[in-house]
């Protein structure tokens, strides 16, 4: 990742939710805090030329924010939206070398060892958090990615609100990933603000 840009708060998409709100609450987000960044995230059917509306949209606000676009799992999207970042299973990663963010997704000691093997510059470690009914893993994991790669971004994922925000950052994480907590909010810029503690 750039040396200038500390990102703190990813805000990952979904397509329950319309393309109009997740721009409305990217925006109102990346107004509220420094290095605000977006995960585009949609396995709905829809094709990589539907999508880059939305992508250039995200790419637009990502760049104000002096933040990251990372695209999930679709390789040539993410490259035709000019995105920083690449996110997929670790073994998804090898063709994605020409990007500076490379994330995975972590749910156990052997997905980090494979994200580390295949040049991840970052981990999405989940679920922190109860959440959709998986077992949570509590910040104890993010102690242990950390300890494990410290040469990795750790981004925390999973049930965090603002509360466990901070106990994520104390736990070592670099920034934390939210859905819900952003997307469902009245007040998305106010939340940003709370999910990021001053010292992120």
């Given at each position: ?35 605000f960044?977006?995960?585009l ?147 998305p ?5 709370c ?6």
């Amino acid at each position: 990742m750039d040396g200038e840009r500390r990102v703190a708060l990813i805000l990952v998409t979904d397509p329950r939710w319309d393309d109009d709100r997740i721009v409305a609450v990217a925006r109102a987000a990346a107004a509220s805090v420094p290095g605000f960044s977006v995960q585009l995230r949609d396995r709905s059917g829809r094709t990589d030329e539907e999508l880059m509306p939305l992508a250039s949209s995200l790419r637009e606000i990502t760049t104000r924010a002096n933040g990251l676009l990372v695209v999930n799992r679709r390789l040539a999207l993410a490259r035709r939206a000019l995105a920083d970042g690449f996110h997929a299973p670790a073994a998804d990663l090898d063709p994605a070398r020409d990007f500076s963010w490379r994330s995975a997704p972590v749910h156990d000691d052997e997905e980090l060892l494979a994200a580390r093997e295949h040049g991840a510059t970052a981990v999405f470690v989940s679920p922190i958090f109860s959440t959709s009914g998986k077992t949570p893993r509590g910040t104890a994991a993010l102690r242990t990615a950390r300890a494990a790669a410290p040469n990795l971004e750790i981004v925390a994922l999973g049930g965090i609100d603002s509360n466990g925000a901070k106990a994520c950052f104390e736990a070592g994480a670099n920034a934390v990933a939210v859905m819900r907590a952003l997307l469902d909010a009245e007040s998305p810029g106010e939340v940003a603000k709370c999910l990021v503690p001053s010292r992120a």
